[in-house]
């Protein structure tokens, strides 16, 4: 394939994939840890209603309306939760997965009642974002990286998540130890001075930003399988947490880039005439990455 | 004496216990729920000893501890170490958890989990340098776990996984050791191992608190002792406080005759 076609068709959907992995993952292997992982599940279905309801509002799929929305979702799922716990004494599970999958079916209600024929909001992009639609007009080929004039017309989705992508990082960084002290021992981490509560809630909201953020591009199926797979798989592969994370960001850059060249061309060499779900394939490939590693990872646990 | 000048006087005297006290603990009551788990208990722990909670299963020991360390919200109560609050002589304390508290199959080495005590000396940024993980060796020598400094923790056995708690413990440098269930489900040579160190702080001046289960050792083991259940049973020396009556009050019923008997030998 040359510089002139991947360029400007693949080149920005791809790493858009792959900053939205990393973005997810990375978090992803603390709330593993924690005991947490179905969060990046719940943050997902949950901010649908609060991104369909902050469009309505404000007219416009924007960053910053569609942030405010999801999180004041999650606050109302929040509460919920905690008032159907507390009245129905149900377990905080089962709370939990009532809670989510009703305020994402009344989300998905919500965009079909509602008039956004002229944006790209409906329950498909819900699932499966436009990853494919995210392509570079301006690009001809490997030069334009260097054109100010074609980087101008870069899809906003890839500075976006380039930038959550760092955002995620430099968190992880910054507070790398009390991230790994906390998550193994949390007595232990308050008795030295550590705020771990306020640090568990800095932890769900940074993974609560990079699953907004990665919402709008490629849609929740991949945003769970990212929060989960990556880690996971990574676990299997080491018993030190510094070695987990970087397996962890060197499967899901595996995933994104398989899952994307897969759903555009796999199809194809199987002799059918479309392709696939960019997303729906990427998350397939990390599910793949997952099974792999779990029957021939080198540090399975023995049951 | 007029009564108030008395009362002055007590007041005069307990202000000066805790000022002297390495952890003292006064009016603490803590709640899961409708039900205290610890209810109005005071605490005086003298520096420099050994000093043994002891007391029934959900009778408060480990709930005190984590309450007296702001790892629980107390309803009411205050907590000093010499004289000062917790938060501003954090340095000077080290915890270690019940080893039951935490997940052992997390993705961490033996060296890197004693490391995790040196967080006070590093900071969030602070470089790793040769003398720290010199530091990190020197402990898990004293616990007789060197040899194990690369393993995977879960890899090690219940005793073993102890000792290196033990160890991350001591590379806090602490004045004040708080251990809750040490010897909780170890072996033997653990155990030997466990309380040789222990006593080799207090030789060494540090104040040594242990929640503790197994009666039969507790003199030899302990200077003082804590009775409790929910509520202060007795505190005091275990030549003194460490008697029958005590025991039968702070267990209730619950302490069989036979075992009582087996005790006897060690009473106070």
């Given at each position: 394939?040359?510089?002139?076609?991947?360029?400007?068709?693949?080149?920005?959907?791809?790493?858009?994939?792959?900053?939205?992995?990393?973005?997810?993952?990375?978090?992803?292997?603390?709330?593993?840890?924690?005991?947490?992982?179905?969060?990046?599940?719940?943050?997902?279905?949950?901010?649908?209603?609060?991104?369909v309801?902050?469009?309505?509002?404000?007219?416009?799929?924007?960053?910053?309306?569609?942030l405010?929305?999801a999180?004041?979702?999650?606050?109302?799922?929040?509460?919920?939760?905690?008032?159907?716990?507390?009245?129905?004494?149900?377990?905080?599970?089962?709370?939990?997965?009532?809670?989510?999958?009703?305020?994402?079916?009344?989300?998905?209600?919500?965009?079909?009642?509602?008039?956004?024929?002229?944006?790209?909001?409906?329950?498909?992009h819900?699932?499966?974002?436009?990853?494919?639609?995210?392509?570079?007009?301006?690009?001809?080929?490997?030069?334009?990286?260097?054109?100010?004039?074609?980087?101008?017309?870069?899809?906003?989705?890839?500075?976006?998540?380039?930038?959550?992508?760092?955002?995620?990082?430099?968190?992880?960084?910054?507070f790398?130890?009390?991230?790994?002290?906390?998550?193994?021992?949390?007595?232990?981490?308050?008795?030295?001075?550590m705020?771990?509560?306020?640090?568990?809630?800095?932890?769900?909201?940074?993974?609560?930003?990079?699953?907004?953020?990665?919402?709008?591009?490629?849609?929740?199926?991949?945003?769970?399988?990212?929060?989960?797979?990556?880690?996971?798989?990574?676990?299997?592969?080491?018993?030190?947490?510094?070695t987990?994370?970087?397996?962890?960001?060197?499967?899901?850059?595996?995933?994104?880039?398989t899952?994307?060249?897969?759903?555009g061309?796999?199809?194809?060499?199987?002799?059918?005439?479309?392709?696939?779900?960019?997303a729906?394939?990427?998350?397939?490939m990390?599910?793949?990455?997952?099974?792999?590693?779990?029957?021939?990872?080198?540090?399975?646990?023995?049951? | 004496?007029?009564?108030?000048?008395a009362?002055?006087?007590?007041?005069?005297?307990d202000?000066?216990?805790?000022?002297?006290?390495?952890?003292?603990?006064?009016?603490?009551?803590?709640?899961?729920?409708?039900?205290?788990?610890?209810?109005?208990?005071?605490?005086?722990?003298?520096?420099?000893?050994?000093?043994a909670?002891?007391?029934?299963?959900?009778?408060?020991?480990s709930?005190?501890?984590?309450?007296?360390?702001?790892i629980?919200?107390?309803?009411?109560?205050?907590?000093?170490?010499?004289?000062?609050?917790?938060?501003?002589?954090?340095?000077?304390?080290?915890?270690?958890?019940?080893?039951?508290?935490?997940?052992?199959?997390?993705?961490?080495?033996?060296?890197?989990?004693?490391?995790?005590?040196?967080?006070?000396?590093?900071?969030?940024?602070?470089?790793?340098?040769?003398?720290h993980?010199?530091?990190?060796?020197?402990?898990?020598?004293?616990?007789?776990?060197?040899?194990?400094?690369?393993?995977?923790?879960?890899?090690?056995?219940?005793?073993?996984?102890?000792?290196?708690?033990?160890?991350r413990?001591?590379?806090?440098?602490a004045?004040?050791?708080?251990?809750?269930?040490?010897?909780?489900?170890?072996?033997?040579?653990?155990e030997?191992?466990?309380?040789?160190?222990?006593?080799?702080?207090?030789?060494?001046?540090?104040?040594?608190?242990?929640?503790?289960?197994?009666?039969?050792?507790?003199?030899?083991?302990?200077d003082?002792?804590?009775?409790?259940?929910?509520?202060?049973?007795?505190q005091?020396?275990?030549?003194?406080?460490?008697?029958?009556?005590?025991?039968?009050?702070?267990?209730?019923?619950?302490?069989?005759?036979?075992?009582?008997?087996?005790?006897?030998?060690?009473?106070?």
């Amino acid at each position: 394939m040359s510089g002139a076609e991947f360029v400007p068709l693949s080149l920005t959907p791809m790493l858009i994939g792959i900053f939205v992995a990393m973005a997810c993952a990375l978090p992803g292997n603390f709330l593993l840890l924690r005991r947490q992982a179905l969060i990046g599940d719940a943050i997902s279905h949950v901010v649908l209603p609060g991104i369909v309801v902050a469009f309505l509002l404000s007219g416009a799929v924007a960053a910053l309306p569609m942030l405010l929305g999801a999180a004041g979702a999650a606050v109302i799922a929040v509460a919920a939760i905690e008032g159907i716990r507390r009245v129905g004494r149900i377990e905080p599970g089962a709370a939990m997965g009532v809670v989510f999958t009703t305020m994402f079916a009344g989300g998905v209600l919500l965009l079909e009642i509602s008039d956004t024929s002229d944006v790209h909001l409906d329950v498909e992009h819900a699932l499966f974002g436009n990853l494919e639609s995210l392509i570079w007009l301006d690009a001809f080929g490997w030069a334009s990286l260097l054109d100010p004039e074609a980087l101008a017309g870069l899809p906003v989705e890839l500075p976006r998540m380039a930038a959550t992508f760092v955002l995620v990082g430099a968190f992880v960084a910054l507070f790398w130890r009390p991230l790994k002290i906390s998550t193994f021992d949390e007595g232990f981490a308050q008795t030295i001075g550590m705020r771990t509560r306020p640090l568990g809630l800095a932890l769900v909201v940074v993974s609560a930003i990079a699953a907004v953020a990665a919402f709008d591009a490629v849609g929740s199926i991949i945003v769970i399988a990212m929060f989960i797979c990556p880690p996971a798989a990574a676990r299997l592969m080491t018993n030190r947490l510094e070695t987990q994370v970087a397996w962890s960001m060197v499967f899901a850059i595996l995933a994104a880039v398989t899952g994307y060249v897969l759903a555009g061309y796999g199809p194809l060499w199987m002799g059918f005439d479309a392709s696939v779900s960019a997303a729906g394939m990427i998350a397939t490939m990390s599910g793949v990455i997952l099974a792999i590693a779990a029957f021939a990872g080198p540090h399975r646990r023995s049951v | 004496m007029s009564v108030e000048l008395a009362t002055l006087n007590g007041q005069q005297a307990d202000r000066t216990a805790r000022a002297d006290s390495p952890l003292a603990i006064r009016g603490m009551t803590v709640s899961y729920g409708q039900k205290p788990a610890v209810f109005s208990v005071d605490m005086t722990i003298r520096s420099g000893a050994m000093t043994a909670i002891i007391g029934p299963n959900g009778a408060g020991k480990s709930t005190l501890l984590k309450a007296a360390l702001g790892i629980l919200t107390p309803l009411a109560g205050t907590v000093t170490v010499l004289g000062k609050s917790v938060a501003q002589m954090r340095d000077h304390i080290a915890y270690v958890p019940q080893r039951a508290s935490v997940d052992w199959d997390f993705p961490t080495r033996v060296i890197d989990v004693v490391m995790m005590g040196l967080y006070g000396q590093l900071g969030l940024l602070g470089r790793v340098r040769q003398t720290h993980r010199d530091q990190a060796m020197a402990c898990l020598n004293r616990v007789g776990m060197a040899d194990f400094a690369t393993r995977q923790i879960g890899q090690l056995s219940g005793g073993q996984q102890q000792r290196v708690f033990l160890a991350r413990s001591l590379v806090q440098a602490a004045d004040l050791y708080l251990l809750d269930e040490p010897f909780a489900g170890v072996d033997a040579a653990t155990e030997t191992a466990i309380i040789g160190v222990l006593k080799g702080l207090r030789d060494a001046g540090k104040t040594v608190v242990v929640v503790h289960h197994d009666l039969s050792t507790v003199t030899d083991y302990f200077d003082d002792v804590f009775l409790i259940n929910t509520q202060v049973i007795a505190q005091g020396s275990v030549a003194t406080t460490f008697t029958q009556e005590n025991l039968q009050t702070t267990y209730g019923g619950r302490l069989a005759g036979a075992q009582m008997d087996a005790l006897s030998g060690t009473l106070g």
